[in-house]
């Protein structure tokens, strides 16, 4: 995947970061529970009575967001470099790393932090360095 790093403003990404912020203090205190992306979608796998709704609302909201700011501006095309497999393989390893790590980058580093939670700090450190050492050695050992 490339960056077009000349289209890049900070100015964007502040915006989009208060709002996925203010977007899950708000989840926290109307709903009482955490913005955890891969919790929501995993409760969905042992659903129990009146959980389905706002999960399913929730995660129709992730993917109808797009869908809506396609009506008022033309989508940005990203360009990745993977093949299916390694899409599918990456997905897999992303989904059974967030059951281990109880949970994923939204709830440890969004909801976790923003808590003080020790625990999601050690979770967002060791996800970070597993990023950041599977990025050098793909590019730099791999040539990837």
């Known amino acids: 995947m490339t960056i077009d790093w000349n289209a890049f403003t900070p100015w964007h990404a502040?915006?989009?970061?208060?709002a996925i912020g203010l977007a899950a203090a708000l989840f926290l205190l109307v709903n009482g529970r955490i913005a955890g992306i891969s919790g929501i979608l995993g409760g969905l796998l042992t659903p129990q009575r009146g959980d389905i709704?706002?999960?399913l609302a929730f995660l129709a909201g992730l993917a109808g967001a797009p869908l809506a700011y396609a009506l008022?501006?033309?989508l940005p095309s990203p360009q990745i470099d993977a093949g299916y497999g390694a899409l599918v393989a990456a997905g897999l390893l992303v989904g059974v790393g967030t059951r281990y790590g109880s949970g994923c980058t939204s709830?440890?580093?969004v909801c976790g932090l923003s808590r003080l939670s020790p625990r999601s700090l050690a979770a967002t450190a060791a996800f970070m360095a597993a990023g950041f050492v599977t990025v050098f050695f793909a590019r730099h050992?791999?040539?990837i």
């Open 53 to 55: 709704g706002w999960r």
């Open 107 to 109: 709830g440890h580093g």
């Open 14 to 18: 502040a915006a989009g970061g208060a």
């Open 72 to 74: 008022v501006a033309a």
């Open 141 to 143: 050992v791999l040539g």
